[in-house]
C-alpha cells in the first residue's frame, strides 16, 4: 500500500517568486531535536518519485547522489491532521525533517515485522489494526538510503508516528539479506512493514561537494543547491564586502540556500558550508565559483564549476568540474582501489574507479590530475579487456572503436592549474569480469 502523497512542488519561475521565498526563508537557527536513538524501529510506506522539478531537499532526482532516497516526517503532531504551517516555528511540532536541516544525510533502513491487518495509515486508527507484526524471512534486508524528501501529508503515518520513513519505490526490492538481493519484498510481501533505522554517514564518500544554480536564480537572486555531502549540511555561509553572512535556506528546501555575491549585484560568489554538527566542512574550505547562466538559469539545476582555497585537507586552488548525475544511481559497494597512470609526457594523470555496480552494468568514475604546470586541455584513453562497454558519461565527451575508448575535455573542465584535478563519469555494462583497465592522459 503506498502513501497517497501531495507533494509540495516548488517551481522557481520569476523574480518574483523568487523574492517572496527569500522574505519567507529559514535562516537556519538550531531546534534542538535531537537524532533518535540507534536504531528505532517504526512505520514504512512507499511513494513514487520526487516531486517536481524539485524534492522537499531542494534537489531535481536526476541530481541525487543515489536513486534510493527517503521522506522524513514535516510534522509532529499525533492526532493533529490539519496543521500544516512550513517551515514549523514550534519545536514540538517539528518532525524528524527538521524545517529540511535532516537534508543530505544517510539512514541505514533495515526491514522488520510484516503487517497481517489493516495498515492505511487512517487518522484516529491503529497501526495494523485487526492483525499483529510477525517476523518472516524478509526481516535483517537493510539498504542505505538518501534523505531527500519530506512527507507532510495529513495522515496516520506522518503524523502518529514520529520516526516513520517514506522510502523510494523503486528501492523496495533491493534490500540485501546475507547477500542476497530481495527482488519479490514488493508487492507480495510489502502491506507497509515495521523497519528499523539509523543515521549513519555517507557511505564510501570520496570527493567534495557540488554546487548548482535552482531555475530562476539571477545576480540579484543565486538560488544554489550543495549536494554530495559528507555529512549533512546545516548552513551555508557566504562571502560579501569582506565579511562572512549566514545564508537564508530557501523555505525548508534544506539543501537550497540564497547567497550574495562579493558585492551587491556581483555573479561571483564565495561560500562555506556547516555540516549536521554545525561545523565548517574541509576545515573551513572556501568555495569560489560564478552563475554560470547569461541571466536567469531556465532548467531547475546548472551546475557550477568552482575553485576552493584554504581549508585542512586537498592543495588550495584545486578545481571541481561540474557534474550531472546519471538517471540510475544503484545502491552497491564501490571498488576501493582505483588504477593510476600518467602519461607519457607528464602533463596530467588519470585514476579509475568503479563506484557501484549491479548485475549486467556498473558506474564508473575517472580523475584527472595536471602535472606541475597547467594545461588547458586532457584527452584520456583507455582499453577494456573483458567486454565492457561505456553507454552513458558526464562531463567529458566520448567516443569508441570497439574495446578502445577516448574521452576528451569539455569546454568548462579542460584548464587545469598545476596539480587542480577534474572529473568525469559514466556508467556501462560487464559480463561476470570487469577488471580495471590501463589509462593514458596526454594534454595538447
Known amino acids: 500500500m503506498r502513501v497517497p502523497r501531495s507533494r509540495r512542488v516548488t517551481l522557481l519561475r520569476s523574480t518574483v517568486l523568487a523574492a517572496v521565498l527569500l522574505v519567507v526563508g529559514y535562516a537556519g537557527a538550531a531546534l534542538a531535536l535531537p537524532d533518535p536513538p540507534a536504531p528505532v524501529t517504526a512505520n514504512a510506506t512507499w511513494f513514487d518519485a520526487l516531486g517536481s522539478p524539485y524534492g522537499g531537499c531542494g534537489m531535481p532526482q536526476a541530481n541525487l547522489d543515489s536513486q534510493d532516497f527517503v521522506a522524513l516526517n514535516v510534522f509532529n503532531t499525533p492526532g493533529d491532521y490539519a496543521y500544516s504551517t512550513r517551515p514549523v516555528p514550534d519545536a514540538a511540532k517539528t518532525g524528524m525533517w527538521e524545517n529540511g536541516r535532516n537534508c543530505g544525510r544517510w539512514v541505514q533502513v533495515s526491514i522488520a515485522d510484516y503487517c497481517t491487518g489493516v495498515n492505511d495509515g487512517a487518522p484516529n486508527q491503529a497501526f495494523c489494526r485487526n492483525g499483529s507484526w510477525v517476523a518472516d524471512a524478509y526481516n535483517g534486508g537493510t539498504l542505505t538510503m538518501l534523505v531527500a524528501d519530506s512527507c507532510g501529508d495529513g495522515n496516520a503515518w506522518c503524523r502518529d508516528d514520529p520516526y516513520h520513513l517514506d522510502l523510494s519505490k523503486g528501492s523496495l526490492n533491493k534490500f540485501v539479506k546475507n547477500g542476497a538481493t530481495l527482488t519479490d519484498l514488493y508487492p507480495d510481501h510489502w502491506n507497509n512493514r515495521h523497519i528499523s533505522w539509523q543515521f549513519v554517514p555517507a ?242
Not at 562571502?239 to 562579493?262: E, V
Not at 562531463?395 to 574521452?407: D, E, F, I, Q, R
Request: net charge neutral; charged share 5%; glycine share 12%.
Open 203 to 444: 557511505p564510501n564518500y570520496t570527493g567534495d561537494i557540488k554546487i548548482g544554480f535552482l531555475q530562476g536564480a539571477q545576480q540579484w537572486w543565486p538560488a544554489i543547491a550543495v549536494s554530495h555531502l559528507a555529512n549533512g549540511i546545516h548552513g551555508v555561509e557566504y562571502l560579501a564586502d569582506g565579511t562572512w553572512h549566514a545564508a537564508a535556506m530557501n523555505s525548508d528546501m534544506g539543501q537550497s540556500y540564497i547567497i550574495g555575491g562579493l558585492t551587491s549585484g556581483a555573479t561571483s560568489f564565495q561560500i562555506r558550508v556547516r555540516d549536521v554538527n554545525d561545523a565548517l566542512i574541509n576545515g573551513g574550505r572556501v568555495y569560489s565559483f560564478s552563475l554560470p547562466c547569461s541571466s536567469q538559469c531556465s532548467v531547475p539545476y546548472t551546475a557550477a564549476a568552482y575553485t576552493t582555497s584554504g581549508g585542512s585537507t586537498g592543495s588550495p586552488s584545486a578545481s571541481v568540474s561540474p557534474s550531472v548525475s546519471p538517471s540510475v544511481s544503484p545502491s552497491v559497494s564501490p571498488s576501493t582501489s582505483p588504477s593510476t597512470s600518467p602519461s607519457s609526457t607528464g602533463a596530467c594523470s588519470a585514476a579509475y574507479r568503479i563506484t557501484s555496480s549491479w548485475p549486467g552494468g556498473f558506474g564508473g568514475e575517472v580523475t584527472v590530475t595536471a602535472g606541475s604546470a597547467p594545461i588547458t586541455g586532457w584527452t584520456v584513453k583507455w582499453t577494456y579487456a573483458d567486454g565492457q562497454t561505456v553507454t552513458q558519461l558526464w562531463n567529458g565527451t566520448l567516443t569508441t572503436s570497439g574495446s578502445a575508448v577516448t574521452v576528451k575535455n569539455v569546454s568548462y573542465n579542460g584548464s587545469l592549474g598545476a596539480r587542480a584535478t577534474a572529473t568525469f563519469g559514466f556508467n556501462g555494462t560487464s559480463g561476470g569480469t570487469n577488471s580495471i583497465p590501463a589509462l593514458s592522459c596526454a594534454s595538447p
